[in-house]
């Protein structure tokens, strides 16, 4: 089409919604801009930006930089961007590391990497030796009467369970309870001393072949006082491929209960025959790595204490040797791509010089891949600048959106849940997008990333995904993206994506962000949510 033409461009600029007027630019060019920060940060030359990387250093300025041309003022300190984050960082030594099945007092060796790995982001015993008990999904739902521990004697135990949920519970509750940290929980309370964990091959998004690769890659936690969650003294994953061997003289097969999780069964409890022998030495550093804040402050005198707070992960996987190809985790969608919408979204509120009653704060974290510990600091630590007294009322996070297809609709995780939700749904409506619900809630996305630390402190929080339907042609797309890139070296800068889609993400981001600063009221979660018990008062 030819815009040139006077009545074409009149024809054109009628058709433009609310929000394709934010931006003085075109969408192409948009694109181009969003793009360029993509490249940025995600070139090979920055390996992949693990955290304490001079990769991620570099990241972090580019972010800092461009928060300031931005028209953002600094929100770590009165004169910086980066707030700092300890973390301690375990890697695993597999040379002084082993597991064993002991049956009949025999031991029968476990490979490391093949059979099982243990898991390292808690602070683990050296030697453990104890039975175990097949547990099913290992969850205690209380609100929905579910409890997979009741009349399981697991004391001084190891749990072993198949990830996963049963049907008929709502998705934000089952994400809840099935995350690590809340099953940790209710195997400790139930008297636990391990978790045993076996991904269903037909529900995890990485195969074992690839997540066994990471294994030797270090874990962090943040450098506090451990979460209750995190003190079972052993963790292991069992490759589903191996998972018959723990089994074998119990009276069931791994593939009869695993076709009980696939369907959302119920599934039996039952003990192990085989004992589980573990000895994992770890080596131990400490590392620093920065959350980058920016912030845009509130024209109500009052209502600027409140603080909208725009979130996108910045750090990701790294390099690692053992991969084919470049072995560079470039992460130009997970989650490059996020923080390329948080500038692109404070330059249009800059650009348009909009009115926002709340102050908001743009915040390129650290730490989500190692367990969502950027956000969690931050969470613990919000700091505004000077504004010490300031409070977080609503987090808008994105991670890995995938414009990989035209956004006809947006997905808002959450979206049920709180008032910012419909704030949400109305940001995007005014910038003529629609808003449809998740296709894959058994993912549990909601609680995967950095928005439930947010959650977890009491605030309420979304995050955002392009929309798509069960049996559609995107849907092949992203479950073709998930299977060949995510947490792959292909999640590079060579990948097919439609950046004019992403442009258009950026303008209803940018709309939804307006909506959530400008409501009267401040965000809160509705009566019947599930999450409203993390809110203080
Ligand atoms: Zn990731």
Redesign the pocket.
Do not use: G, L
């Given at each position: 089409m030819n815009t040139r033409h006077p009545a074409i461009a009149i024809l054109i600029a009628l058709s433009l919604t609310a929000a394709e007027k934010v931006g003085e630019l075109s969408l192409p060019e948009e694109g181009r801009r969003w793009w360029a920060h993509v490249e940025m940060m995600a070139k090979d030359e920055l390996k992949g930006r693990d955290i304490g990387s001079e990769g991620y250093a570099i990241a972090a300025k580019y972010v800092a930089t461009e928060f300031e041309k931005a028209g953002l003022k600094p929100g770590a300190s009165a004169t910086s961007y980066l707030q700092n984050v300890r973390f301690i960082q375990r890697q695993i030594d597999e040379s002084k590391s082993s597991l064993a099945l002991i049956r009949d007092g025999k031991p029968e060796p476990l490979t490391l990497g093949e059979h099982a790995n243990i898991g390292i982001r808690g602070a683990f015993a050296s030697k453990l030796e104890a039975e175990m008990v097949f547990v099913g999904y290992g969850v205690k739902i209380p609100e929905a009467n579910y409890d997979d521990l009741k009349d399981v004697d697991l004391k001084g135990k190891i749990a072993v369970y198949i990830a996963g949920q049963p049907a008929g519970i709502a998705a934000p509750l089952a994400s809840h309870y099935t995350s690590a940290g809340e099953r940790n929980k209710a195997l400790i309370a139930a008297g636990a001393v391990g978790a045993a964990a076996i991904n269903n091959p037909r529900t995890s998004d990485i195969p074992w072949a690839r997540a066994t690769l990471a294994r030797l890659s270090p874990a962090m936690t943040i450098d506090e006082k451990l979460p209750a969650s995190d003190r079972l003294k052993l963790s292991i994953t069992i490759n589903p491929a191996h998972a018959a061997k723990f089994f074998a003289g119990s009276g069931h097969t791994f593939e009869e209960l695993q076709s009980l999780a696939e369907q959302k069964k119920p599934i039996p409890h039952f003990p192990l025959t085989a004992k589980l022998s573990a000895r994992a030495s770890f080596k131990k550093s400490k590392v620093a790595s920065d959350n980058i804040i920016g912030i845009r402050e509130g024209s109500d005198p009052k209502l600027k204490n409140e603080f909208i707070v725009v979130t996108a992960h910045l750090d990701?996987l790294g390099v690692n040797e053992k991969l084919p190809g470049d072995k560079i985790y470039n992460g130009a969608m997970?989650?490059a791509s996020g923080v390329a919408s948080l500038i692109e979204a404070a330059r249009q509120i800059k650009d348009a010089n909009l009115t926002l009653k709340r102050s908001v704060a743009f915040i390129a974290l650290t730490g989500?891949?190692k367990g969502l510990l950027g956000s969690t600091w931050y969470a613990q630590h919000p700091v505004f600048g000077k504004e010490k007294q300031a409070t977080v009322v609503g987090n808008l996070n994105m991670?890995?959106y995938l414009p990989l297809f035209p956004l006809k609709a947006l997905v808002i995780l959450g979206v049920d849940e709180s008032t910012l939700g419909d704030l949400a749904r109305k940001g995007a409506i005014e910038a003529g997008i629609e808003v449809w619900p998740d296709p894959a809630p058994e993912r549990n996305s909601f609680v995967r990333s950095d928005q439930y630390s947010f959650i977890r402190n009491g605030t309420p929080a979304l995050a955002f995904k392009f929309g798509y339907k069960k049996g559609t042609p995107e849907e092949k797309t992203i479950q073709t993206w998930l299977r060949d890139r995510y947490?792959a070296p292909g999640d590079d800068l060579n990948q097919p994506l439609d950046k004019e889609a992403a442009a258009r993400y950026n303008r209803v981001l940018t709309s939804m962000i307006r909506a959530s600063a400008n409501s009267d009221e401040a965000p809160k979660w509705k009566d019947a949510s599930f999450f409203k018990r993390f809110a203080k008062n």
């Open positions: 990701h997970d989650n989500e891949e991670d890995m947490h």
